[in-house]
């Protein structure tokens, strides 16, 4: 039985993952900042829960000992994720320093704190794998071509998380072979993020995350993916 831990897991994206992996058999863990929404939603679901703040050392950590207690870890999809700025609803010259720290703590050190931890149960697997939700937005080509969304998104904040995002996939992917170490792309999917702007459904936007999530031993490693292939980095 695979082992699936999913960050910010009780709504949106995170959740629908959840679902569709315990369709497919996984043992999976919803974690969840709120305790309480984590529970009832796993309830929903089948799933377990998990407490998890990815901005708080000493929330992982329990976490990861809840897990290691019950038998192990195969699968960490990292799909918590904030952005304060909106779709142009703050002017660049208003972003402080402070929000761009807020934003990075949990999109990108946020990630680094849950894979630290988790790492020597994931190193313990047979068929590790680590996903990263990162976002079109976080492609350099992409952003410096003109007619793309990712050239024409006015935020900075969300973005730029997301090619650091992107950038320390890569370095994992070259640390660990052994782990198949992935970022994707779900597509501008309706949730609480985007105030439920997107055009895809939670449904359709899951899939390359679980897709990933499956990804077999011999699969890719250290690739930036949406639903139809590879994207530009």
């Known amino acids: 039985m695979t082992t699936t831990l999913i960050t910010g897991a009780n709504k949106g994206l995170g959740f629908e993952t959840a679902r569709q992996l315990v369709a497919a058999g996984h043992t999976v863990y919803v974690g969840s900042r709120d305790a309480e929404r984590g529970r009832l939603a796993a309830a929903e679901i089948g799933a377990r829960s998990v407490q998890l703040d990815v901005t708080d050392d000493a929330?992982?950590?329990?976490?990861?000992?809840?897990?290691?207690?019950?038998?192990?870890?195969?699968?960490?999809?990292?799909?918590?994720?904030?952005?304060?700025?909106?779709n142009g609803e703050v002017d660049l010259a208003e972003v402080t320093a402070d929000m761009m720290r807020t934003v990075f703590d949990t999109n990108v050190f946020g990630v680094v704190r849950v894979v630290?931890?988790?790492?020597?149960?994931?190193?313990?697997?047979?068929?590790?794998v680590i996903v990263n939700v990162s976002?079109?937005?976080?492609?350099?080509?992409?952003?410096?071509?003109?007619d793309t969304q990712a050239y024409s998104y006015p935020g900075l904040s969300y973005p730029a998380s997301k090619t650091a995002l992107n950038r320390i996939t890569v370095q994992y992917a070259k640390a660990f072979p052994d782990i198949r170490i992935n970022a994707v792309e779900p597509g501008y999917t309706a949730t609480d993020l985007n105030a439920h702007a997107g055009r895809q459904t939670v449904e359709e936007g899951a899939e390359i995350i679980v897709r990933m999530a499956r990804v077999p031993r011999n699969g890719p490693t250290g690739g930036y993916f949406d639903a139809s292939g590879t994207l530009p980095w």
């Open 116 to 128: 630290h931890t988790f790492l020597p149960l994931l190193r313990q697997s047979t068929a590790p």
């Open 59 to 86: 929330s992982v950590a329990a976490a990861a000992k809840i897990i290691e207690a019950d038998g192990g870890l195969d699968v960490l999809v990292n799909n918590a994720g904030i952005d304060i700025e909106g």
């Open 135 to 146: 976002s079109s937005l976080a492609s350099m080509a992409r952003g410096t071509t003109p």
